[in-house]
């Protein structure tokens, strides 16, 4: 059965600096790949997907995502991060066994400090 | 363009009262519904899911049912809230096509008293 870990339940970063947030994923094929982002008290919004093709992914907000097939891994990154980022990201993988199950991470909360 | 929307954004109920939330979508016709529960630092639990009026999967047995009456509307329902119900509800839409993204409503936190 598919699986997705976020090794980070919390992170910290500075205004202004990269960041990176993590993302390994169990999975039998080629998968179907996701981040989301939740602001406190909401939904979550898609930031982007990854289903095939060119392993480097655009999102909104300024957000891209690598897939690496060698290392299971579907991280997260923006080259500088600003206060509105702080939120709750996500990482979810799509369902192998039909197409409706999407199995989500326990997600990773970002702080930002000034 | 589509919207969903999910009502009530917070709701207090005693234990042993009955739950009704309720989760339009429009702009869209036959989309794939989901009833996801989010628990701190849990991610998110996926409950009941539907591809078609009157076509309901649940994945978690427990004191939740739902039922899509319209192509647009779903409704997650308890005859008897416990305790262990409370929680954040979040109802989401995707296309019918396999492993198409997810698009959330902005979700209910039931506090079971």
């Known amino acids: 059965a598919q699986s997705v870990t976020q090794p980070d339940i919390h992170i910290t970063v500075s205004e202004g600096a990269s960041l990176e947030l993590r993302c390994n994923y169990s999975?039998?094929?080629?998968?179907?790949l996701f981040w989301y982002v939740q602001s406190p008290g909401q939904g979550l919004q898609l930031l982007l997907k990854?289903?095939?093709?060119?392993?480097l992914v655009q999102g909104i907000k300024g957000f891209e995502a690598e897939f690496k097939r060698s290392q299971s891994s579907f991280n997260l990154r923006k080259p500088s991060v600003h206060w509105s980022d702080a939120a709750e990201y996500f990482c979810?993988?799509?369902?192998?066994?039909?197409?409706?199950?999407?199995?989500f991470g326990a997600g990773t909360r970002l702080f930002v400090k000034a | 363009s589509q919207t969903i929307h999910q009502w009530p954004a917070t709701l207090v109920q005693p234990v042993g009262s009955p739950l009704s939330l309720e989760c339009t979508v429009e702009g869209t016709s036959n989309p794939n519904l989901y009833w996801y529960r989010q628990a701190a630092g849990r991610g998110l639990q996926l409950l009941f899911y539907?591809?078609?009026?009157?076509?309901i999967s649940s994945e978690v047995p427990q004191n939740l049912s739902a039922s899509r009456p319209q192509d647009r509307q779903f409704i997650l329902s308890s005859k008897k809230l416990l305790l262990s119900d409370s929680g954040f509800y979040l109802c989401?839409?995707?296309?019918?096509?396999?492993?198409?993204?997810?698009?959330f409503g902005n979700g209910t936190r039931l506090t079971v008293t």
């Open positions: 989401a839409w995707s296309e019918g096509a396999d492993n198409s993204p997810l698009h």
């Open positions: 979810a993988v799509g369902d192998d066994t039909g197409g409706f199950k999407t199995i």
């Open positions: 990854y289903f095939s093709g060119d392993t």
């Open positions: 999975y039998g094929a080629t998968p179907y």
């Open positions: 539907s591809v078609g009026i009157g076509q």
